[in-house]
Every structure is written in structure tokens, then in C-alpha cells.
């Protein structure tokens, strides 16, 4: 789900019965949700980011990416056949960031974290950031600066570290270790000088309710927020003193800019899959079953 304005959002997704194929959208119009469409006939939509209520971009299964321009969606050619981006950050019509997994040899099953590059006229080659890793999120607040948070593969050993990594608008970092015995799920950062990075997704349960946080010269240690896994897309960071993240028994947590609040079960649901915060007072959560809540921080009502 992406949300650029209080009143537009975007959310994306499949059915529950992965075999019919389709990647549906809905958007969110300030008052009421419309009723869904089929935004991508051939593929599930795994991730959504929208620049403005005219352009939004949301790569498929099928490594294809689909476009929405306000008012009808719009599904392109896989264009990259060994490709398998997860996560995308769209900053204007003239550039995005995808983030996933790159193929580079099928019948061993290896993969290499990988990025592609949307410059307006259309997705680069596949840009190698890390071997035997992925990557499962990325979040930029300028063409010149990117964060990507994921991990190692696990061939390397029972250990596998989490990593990140920065784009500077031509090219990637050397990928940093910031932790032992996990991975990251989502990371979020509302300028260069502040990111939170979550772990222990219901994928990798090993670091459950972890989080890190970047101050601009370095990253924390993971530092244990929730006793339960932390969801991959439920973490959205509007403001460095503004943070919420959820779990995957529909509790949230906040941050201030110095503390983290107690785990609150303020969702009333479970299986939150992605949150978008537009800003401090405003925040939108879907779970599962594609029911999606509004939590308004000036009452604290949650509809």
C-alpha cells in the first residue's frame, strides 16, 4: 500500500488462490475504498509505490511492472525474465528503485540481490548489488540516496547476517553486515540522517520484533521491540520522530524519535501485510483478508 496524499492511497495484491493469476489494485479516495480491479491479468502484484495520485508503479510476479495514471492501470511485458523484484520506491514520473533477486542460474537455484533503475523512459538492466543475497526493501528520499535493507542466503552457514546497502544515483555501496541471525523486512527512511530497518518477518522468524535505526553515520544494534515476528511491509517511518511498525498479530508499535512504545493491540486484527503512515496523525493497515484500517493519532480511534 502507498499512500502520497491524506486522501489518495493505493493498495495491491492477489487472491487468495494464487492459480487464477491476477494482480488486483484498489485505491482509497480520501472517504471510502473502491471495489477492486484487475490491474494485472496475468500476475499477483507484490508491492506498490506511488510518486503522486497520477503515477504509481507495481511490480508483478512475472518480474513485468504495472502502472497506474490516476485513473486506469496499465500492465507491461516481463522485462526482465530472470528478475524477481519484491520492492520498488517511485520519488517522481522520472525515477524509481526496485529492489529483488536476480536468477543467475537456475538449476543451482542461486541468486544475487539485485536492483533496477526506472528513469522515465524505461527499466535498466539489472544492476548486481550483493552475491548469494536478496534484497526486501528499499526506500529513497532523493534520486541520489537509497537504502535497501535484506540478506544473506543461507548457504553461507547457519548464521546469516542482515545487510544494507546505499544507491548514490550511479551506483551501489559495498553491502554492510548490521546483524547476526537474521534478515531485514522493510526499511524506512524519512530523510538521509534517520532509517528504521525491521526483522523477524513470519518468513524468518529468527529475530523476532527487532528493529534497527541509522542516524546518518551508523547503524544500532538490533534492539527487541515485540515478542512477535514483525510483518516485511508493516513499517513506515513518515517522520524521524514518527515511526509505526506492526506485527503479525496486529499489535503496533511507535517511536518518538528517542523511545518505542509497548506492542498495542490498536488494529483489532491479526495479520497485518503493510502499513503506510502519511503522516504523524494518519496511517492506513491491511491485512490479509484485504480489510484495511485508519488509525488517526489526534483521537487515537481506529476505524
Not at 50 to 76: I, N, Y
Not at 197 to 221: E, F, I, K, M, Q
Not at 249 to 265: A, F, I, K, M
Request: with cysteine; aromatic share 10%.
Amino acid at each position: 500500500m502507498s499512500c502520497p496524499s491524506a486522501s489518495f492511497c493505493v493498495g495491491v495484491g492477489g487472491p487468495t488462490d494464487s492459480g487464477s493469476g491476477h494482480g488486483y489494485g484498489w485505491t482509497y479516495d480520501g472517504s471510502s475504498w473502491r471495489a477492486p480491479v484487475v490491474a494485472d491479468p496475468s500476475s499477483v502484484l507484490v508491492a506498490v509505490s506511488c510518486a503522486s495520485p497520477s503515477f504509481c508503479v507495481a511490480p508483478d510476479l512475472d518480474a513485468g511492472f504495472t502502472t497506474f495514471d490516476g485513473s486506469s492501470w496499465s500492465a507491461t511485458k516481463p522485462f526482465d525474465p530472470d528478475g524477481v523484484p519484491v520492492a520498488l520506491s517511485c520519488l517522481s514520473e522520472h525515477f524509481c528503485l526496485a529492489v529483488g533477486q536476480e536468477d543467475v542460474d537456475p538449476s543451482l537455484a542461486t541468486f544475487v540481490a539485485a536492483a533496477w533503475v526506472f528513469t522515465g523512459s524505461g527499466w535498466s538492466r539489472p544492476m548486481v548489488v550483493a552475491a548469494n543475497a536478496f534484497l526486501s526493501s528499499v526506500s529513497c528520499t532523493s534520486s541520489t540516496h537509497c537504502v535497501a535493507a535484506g540478506g544473506t542466503e543461507a548457504s553461507s552457514g547457519p548464521v546469516s547476517p542482515a545487510l544494507v546497502a546505499t544507491f548514490n544515483g550511479s551506483k551501489w555501496s559495498r553491502p554492510l553486515a548490521v546483524g547476526q541471525g537474521f534478515t531485514l523486512g522493510s526499511v524506512s527512511c524519512p530523510s538521509p540522517r534517520f532509517c528504521v530497518a525491521g526483522a523477524g518477518s513470519p518468513g524468518d522468524p529468527t529475530g523476532p520484533g527487532d528493529v534497527l535505526t541509522y542516524n546518518g553515520s551508523r547503524w544500532s544494534s538490533a534492539l527487541k521491540i515485540d515478542s512477535a515476528p514483525l510483518n516485511d511491509d508493516a513499517l513506515s517511518c513518515p517522520t524521524p520522530t514518527f515511526s509505526v511498525v506492526a506485527d503479525v498479530r496486529g499489535q503496533v508499535v511507535t517511536y518518538d524519535g528517542s523511545s518505542w512504545s509497548s506492542p498495542q493491540h490498536v488494529l483489532g486484527a491479526a495479520s497485518m501485510v503493510t502499513l503506510s503512515c502519511r503522516s504523524s496523525s494518519l496511517c492506513f493497515a491491511a491485512n490479509l483478508g484485504a480489510k484495511v484500517y485508519q488509525w488517526r493519532r489526534s483521537d487515537g480511534s481506529t476505524t
